[in-house]
């Protein structure tokens, strides 16, 4: 059964800290994303990687970055946590031949204090 | 910039029954995708069905139909003899391919609730 493993489902982190969250998919896929989910606001491209250590900034990727060193880990960091990075956050990946999302996390409900 | 509106925040249908879910989108592309993804409650997001834009033929899969209208920018999902299983936020999303350009832009999503 294929899967993409997010490490957190929920996570309370502190105004200023710096935030890992981590994404593990075991299908081989070359591309992996990160979205953030706001109500009303839909899903939100964060980073997305197509291959290990290549990146391509998203929608919003103010106050984040990732890291891609191997192929089934695509981390996404908060360099200094605010307030309104509270929301849920979404990894996915697709094979390099699909360009949307195909298999997704469960997510990681993050709040900051 | 492409966007993507769904106009009904929520609806409710009973088992059994047939429900479309509208999405209209705003873009001066030719060649695009289009897809519905379905995230239950608590649980996740999966793609439901995906429709190209040169396509005249409506995707299909299983239950779950669409109805691509090219010229009016609009691509609605239609999900016979609903179950309670369909219970989820829907998100209509559009893609336009080419290059490294993997952004996809989504709707606000519409909460669909299948009622017993």
């Known amino acids: 059964d294929v899967k993409v493993t997010q490490s957190s489902r929920y996570l309370v982190k502190r105004t200023g800290e710096k935030v890992f969250l981590e994404c593990v998919q075991d299908?081989?896929?070359?591309?992996m994303f990160w979205y953030r989910q706001d109500p009303g606001l839909g899903l939100r491209l964060i980073y997305f990687s197509y291959d290990v250590k290549m990146k391509e900034k998203g929608d919003i990727p103010e106050g984040y970055s990732v890291s891609r060193e191997k192929k089934e880990r695509f981390s996404l960091i908060l360099e200094s946590a605010s307030t309104n990075q509270t929301s849920m956050y979404l990894c996915a990946s697709s094979f390099v031949g699909v360009a949307q999302p195909q298999h997704f996390g469960d997510g990681t409900r993050l709040s900051i204090l | 910039a492409q966007t993507v509106t769904q106009s009904q925040p929520e609806m409710s249908v009973q088992e059994a029954e047939t429900v479309t879910l509208s999405c209209t989108y705003d873009?001066?592309?030719?060649?695009?995708?289009l897809f519905w993804y379905k995230q239950p409650p608590s649980r996740q997001m999966i793609l439901v069905i995906r429709?190209?834009?040169?396509?005249?033929q409506n995707a299909t899969e299983n239950r779950f139909s669409v109805n691509f209208q090219k010229a009016a920018k609009s691509f609605s999902l239609k999900i016979s003899d609903s179950q309670l299983g369909d219970t989820a936020m829907y998100f209509c999303?559009?893609?336009?391919?080419?290059?490294?350009?993997?952004?996809?832009?989504f709707g606000k999503g519409t909460l669909l609730t299948v009622n017993p």
């Open positions: 429709q190209e834009a040169y396509k005249q």
């Open positions: 299908m081989d896929h070359e591309n």
């Open positions: 873009t001066s592309e030719n060649n695009y995708y």
């Open positions: 999303a559009f893609m336009k391919p080419g290059g490294s350009n993997y952004k996809l832009t």
